[in-house]
């Protein structure tokens, strides 16, 4: 196929550095490791390698695919696995993954059998090869994590003493995602009670008091981050530059950039013209009449990015006003002058729409790399 096809991911690994850089750095000041959240643009290893250079502690992915991936293309920073592992995958997580977030005793258990079963037969000193994990607490978002504090302490005390495959690496948090609750110092001091009861427990320090993803890290921003959180997971905040909450005039906003070719541009009417139904995905729409108005079509669609009100045009004027599998509808009235058929438009991305545009076959991308 030709290689200028459209729709083109384009990411611009020079603004990604900077961007990971600057946090990173922020991040070191207040004695805080980061694992680089690699699962919203899918892992890529040209992506990726650009968190290994940086220094990231861990590469990090809630799906042991991607990391199997990653390994595979001779990533050498240690793996975590984010979300809690299926039964189903932990011989994969065994020998993949470096470090997981872990909630369930039976999954601890198994784990370190095949943990001690991947090693079998390999020679050297296993005790290096032990897997870390973090147990992780819920404290409110209501998605994973030991909800009941003495069954994490009971957890870590049993992976202590009994399941010598595994090492306690620490504890950890996720907040936000489900519940939307907000990560505040509170948050942060409660789970640093959990780590000193744990330590108290098994009678030695965590390495890793994990304080959660990119929600938190408006506290290492303003300074408010309470003292002994020493690890953060980030994905969204490094990869658009910017975070709800967080005040950051330091990063840039545009690594990402979609572009998408324009198929049609005709003068049409704003409303639809006969009797309404429903959509292509089988949904009543409301549509306001506009009068005629200039509108373009682009090739792409649902399919390539999710949800129509996920991309945003760079160019002022130009407005997203519906989708289909495979065409986005663009409202350019206020630029009429200036687009034509054949013009190759931007847009910016959100977090949700890297997801699939990441994805898929059917878009191309593309990595400027010329240094800073
Ligand atoms: C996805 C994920 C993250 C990263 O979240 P961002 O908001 O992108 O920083 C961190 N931790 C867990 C457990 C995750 O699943």
Avoid at 98 to 126: F, H, K
Avoid at 246 to 252: G, S
């Amino acid at each position: 196929m030709a290689e200028n096809r459209y729709p083109v991911l384009e990411i611009d690994l020079r603004k990604l550095e900077h961007n990971l850089r600057e946090i990173m750095a922020r991040s070191a000041a207040s004695g805080i490791q980061t694992a680089g959240v690699v699962k919203g643009f899918t892992a890529w290893p040209e992506i990726a390698r650009v968190y290994e250079r940086c220094g990231c502690a861990y590469l990090a992915s809630s799906r042991i695919e991607q990391l199997k991936r990653l390994r595979e293309a001779g990533i050498q920073t240690p793996l975590m696995l984010l979300r809690i592992p299926m039964l189903s995958e932990l011989d994969d997580v065994a020998r993949t993954a470096d470090i997981s977030l872990q909630s369930e005793p039976e999954v601890l258990r198994r784990l370190d059998a095949a943990v001690e079963s991947v090693l079998t037969g390999r020679c050297g000193d296993n005790a290096d090869r032990r897997h870390k994990v973090i147990l992780m607490a819920d404290l409110g978002d209501l998605r994973e994590g030991f909800w009941n504090r003495q069954e994490l302490i009971d957890t870590a005390m049993e992976i202590e003493r009994d399941l010598p495959h595994l090492e306690l690496a620490g504890v950890g948090t996720n907040l936000t995602c489900f519940g939307s609750v907000k990560a505040t110092p509170e948050k942060m001091r409660e789970l640093l009670e959990i780590a000193s009861q744990v330590e108290k427990a098994v009678g030695r320090k965590l390495r890793y008091v994990c304080g959660g993803a990119s929600s938190s890290l408006h506290m290492v921003l303003d300074g408010t981050m309470p003292a002994g959180v020493n690890l953060l997971r980030l994905g969204e905040s490094v990869l658009l530059g910017d975070f709800l909450g967080c005040e950051m005039d330091f990063t840039y906003k545009d690594v990402f950039t979609l572009k998408a070719e324009v198929i049609e541009v005709k003068d049409k009417p704003s409303y639809p013209v006969g009797e309404l139904t429903a959509d292509a995905f089988g949904r009543t729409r409301q549509y306001e009449d506009r009068g005629i108005r200039r509108r373009a079509l682009a090739a792409m669609g649902l399919v390539d990015y999710g949800n129509y009100t996920d991309i945003r045009p760079r160019m002022n004027g130009v407005e997203v006003i519906g989708a289909s599998s495979d065409h986005t509808i663009l409202d350019v009235e206020a630029v009429k002058d200036r687009i034509r058929v054949g013009d190759v438009l931007d847009f910016d991305i959100s977090y949700a729409s890297m997801v699939y545009l990441t994805n898929t076959e059917s878009v191309r991308r593309e990595y400027l790399k010329e240094d800073c």
